[in-house]
């Protein structure tokens, strides 16, 4: 199966290939004595097999051992869609081994075998921001959104990869667009607060971080965030405020309370 790289991004099932679509039945016994054609029939059965360990191995989070699987079927260089499946399950495979520069390259394989596949788009996308590729990430993401303008995944991952890049304004543009299709997505309107501050539309980004909180009431980012913009605003009080409270919320997250605590104690007046 084709999973999606990275939890923290929109489910997108219908990016996927069904597992009829990708994987055919199993190779027939030949009737042949053709040498070549015996290793054709060879072939194939070795791709369905490594195809059938790899997953496995996928299943029970041994990606070292789905990379070794899915790396020999690449090597065997099944026909499509076969082909492009296997590098990119090899890439889910390196992403997870922390091995970002291969998974990349495997992704990039992927996509020159089928140019529309659109969840090796996505992942490539997530690779490269974790990657530091900007430019790469970029382009990838304008041709994503170009092939299908609608997706919520395609206009979340341009969105975090300009926001990332600095262009808040195509920022703004795409996760404005997500939430008004999608508005009980509570942190597309975190985005999109960052966004709106970034532009200094401080009563827009105080506006969209509200309706996160609305949402997800201990999502402590976004009040620490919210406390940002209030600040900025110059309401020292409600900012002092919103910064304890997300204190309290980042219980699990000792850096995230460590700014907000130094934050909050740096604010002078009422």
């Known amino acids: 199966m084709r999973v999606l790289l990275l939890a923290a991004l ?36 070795e791709v369905e097999e490594r195809f059938k360990i790899g997953l496995a191995a996928q299943g029970r989070a041994d990606w070292g051992a789905a990379a070794a699987e899915f790396a020999r079927v690449t090597a065997l260089r099944p026909p499509e869609p076969k082909g492009s499946t296997a ?28 140019r529309e596949f659109l969840a090796a788009m996505a992942n490539l996308i997530a690779v490269d921001l974790a990657r530091g590729d900007l430019q790469e990430a970029r382009i990838i993401a304008d041709r994503y959104v170009s092939l299908d303008p609608q997706s919520a995944r395609a206009l979340y991952s341009r969105g975090l990869v300009a926001l990332h ?23 597309a309107h975190y985005d999109l607060a960052l966004a709106e501050e970034r532009l200094s539309n401080y009563v827009a980004a105080e506006r969209e971080l509200r309706s996160a909180l609305e949402l997800a009431p201990a999502y402590a980012r976004a009040r620490l965030a919210l406390g940002v913009v209030l600040l900025r ?19 699990g997250d000792p850096a995230l309370q460590n700014v907000a605590a130094a934050m909050r104690d740096a604010i002078k007046g009422p």
């Not at 703004?172 to 299709?181: S, Y």
């Open 10 to 45: 929109l489910a997108a099932s219908t990016l996927n290939r069904t597992a009829a679509q990708t994987y055919s039945p199993a190779t027939p016994v030949p009737r042949t004595t053709s040498l070549p054609a015996l290793r054709w029939f060879a072939t194939q059965r």
């Open 233 to 251: 605003q110059g309401r020292h009080g409600a900012a002092r405020d919103e910064l304890s409270r997300a204190i309290t919320d980042a219980s």
């Open 165 to 187: 890049g600095g262009d808040a304004a195509t920022a703004r543009e795409d996760f404005g667009k997500l939430l008004h299709a999608n508005p009980s997505y509570a942190i």
């Open 87 to 114: 590098w990119y399950d090899l890439a889910l495979a390196y992403a997870n081994l922390h091995r970002y520069d291969d998974a990349a390259r495997a992704l990039r394989s992927a996509l020159a075998l089928d």
